[in-house]
């Protein structure tokens, strides 16, 4: 459950794009770390220009519909394609190349999958999310046993250690995925890029497995070089379009089609679809510096935190700008000391709460990573990643936020009250022009990386 780390490597160390100038910095040092000065990112608008259509308009598109409800065996998807339909989501065109849901449909019942997922299989986990978004969920797959043998061989490589194989063996049965991150950014990928949505499931469940992404590189930051910087600092494939673009390829780590195959035939009720799997896995091995591993769902330690679990908050807000080319801001509320437990918060609750109404009000949904104190670990924080869609007045006058979880195995919108949220949000996605409004906010590169300096000087 606690995807985005909360110890030393996460919330002690506060990689914020932009942090309050009052929040206490706390780092794990790191002698690989690099001197070079690091850019800040810089928020902007996050409206897209988005066709809403409920009508098929051309020949084309008639001819596409036609072909994927004969695609379809089943009544209640033939159902969800018209719902798709209705509710204006089956043509929309905010995608990178401005190809609509039903073009990237199309392709995927049309063109080569990669030969161990079924297209109509995709094709039905589409329209669930389509219909649904709520049931993208991070819960992990259980591996059947005529393929344990295998998988443990990839993940030990071929030990024949029998306690190496038991733990192994261990592992697996009981794996929890650390992915909470990558699974609030694909929910709001699916609900507000309806259509770049599709069009990376259709890359990625592809024969390649992978699709290029155009970005703007000021959704990184201001300065081209310091966006290239930033590029090249998460090992992200990229190619510089012009000064002001760069496309970029999105790709799950190697071992990610593997589960998504199994996935194909073998999905239990309420696990992970095949479009889980892989777009989770793209997502944390671009936070990761390509390190992920899906097998065992660990990536490698790198300058930013020595543990091996999920993402931390700044590698989280990097993959949310780069995947919805967008600048993002990631405001830290909690003051966590040295030995992760909750000291402060840098802001007071009414402020908090007039930030995250402005973001919904102006159409953003809020990825937010929040805390409780864990008894099995001296009541140190754990934390969590959901996403804040609306909010609304219950008739007792009680405010509450209406929330997506992807770990709570319900196919729905759950609500919290804001008198039990508020106090655990440790930090939130929200525009810096909201943010910035009641406090002064500094580089959190730069803070971070005098932090590292400082430590290396008094060793």
Excluded at 74 to 98: I, T, V, W
Excluded at 225 to 241: G, S, V
Excluded at 404 to 421: F, R
């Amino acid at each position: 459950m606690d995807g985005v780390q909360i110890q030393n490597s996460g919330i002690n160390n506060p990689q914020s794009i932009q942090q309050v100038k009052q929040q206490q910095v706390s780092v794990v040092s790191n002698p690989a770390v690099s001197q070079t000065k690091a850019p800040e990112y810089r928020p902007a608008s996050y409206t897209t220009a988005v066709t809403i259509r409920t009508n098929l308009a051309t020949k084309d598109e008639r001819k596409k519909y036609k072909e994927l409800m004969e695609e379809l065996i089943k009544p209640q998807y033939k159902r969800k394609l018209e719902y798709a339909l209705k509710s204006g989501q089956l043509l929309k065109n905010n995608s990178n190349d401005k190809s609509t849901v039903l073009d990237n449909l199309y392709k995927i019942i049309k063109e080569d999958r990669d030969e161990g997922l079924d297209k109509n299989t995709i094709l039905e986990e589409c329209l669930d999310i389509l219909a649904n978004p709520y049931v993208i969920t991070q819960t992990c797959e259980d591996i059947p046993k005529e393929y344990q043998k295998q998988i443990i061989g990839l993940i030990t490589g071929l030990s024949t250690n029998p306690e190496t194989i038991m733990q192994t063996k261990w592992e697996l049965d009981n794996m929890h995925t650390g992915t909470c991150p990558a699974a609030s950014i694909e929910f709001d990928l699916a609900t507000k890029h309806t259509a770049e949505f599709f069009r990376i499931v259709e890359g990625l469940t592809s024969p390649k497995h992978e699709v290029k992404k155009r970005i703007k590189l000021d959704s990184l930051s201001e300065n081209s070089l310091d966006a290239i910087w930033l590029l090249n600092k998460f090992k992200t494939p990229w190619q510089k379009e012009n000064f002001d673009s760069a496309t970029i390829l999105l790709k799950p780590d190697e071992h990610a089609i593997v589960r998504a195959r199994i996935q194909n035939q073998h999905r239990d009720k309420g696990e992970r679809s095949m479009i889980d799997v892989l777009m989770q896995s793209t997502f944390m091995q671009l936070g990761s510096q390509q390190t992920y591993n899906s097998l065992t769902d660990k990536r490698a330690p790198n300058d930013w935190t020595q543990d091996d679990g999920g993402l931390i908050e700044f590698e989280k807000t990097f993959v949310e700008s780069v995947i919805e080319d967008k600048n993002t801001t990631s405001v830290i509320y909690q003051n966590v000391d040295e030995e992760g437990r909750l000291s402060g918060y840098t802001k007071d609750f009414a402020t908090i709460k007039k930030e995250l109404l402005a973001t919904l009000k102006a159409g953003y949904n809020i990825n937010i990573g929040y805390t409780w104190p864990d008894p099995y670990n001296e009541n140190r924080l754990a934390g969590h990643e959901i996403t804040i869609v609306s909010y609304k007045l219950k008739p007792n006058g009680e405010g509450v936020f209406v929330c997506q979880d992807s770990d709570d195995d319900k196919a729905e919108p759950i609500e919290m009250s804001e008198k039990e949220l508020l106090p655990k949000i440790h930090h939130a996605g929200i525009p810096e022009a909201i943010a910035s409004k009641d406090f002064d906010y500094e580089e959190s590169w730069k803070v971070t990386l005098d932090e590292f300096n400082k430590t290396h000087k008094n060793r």
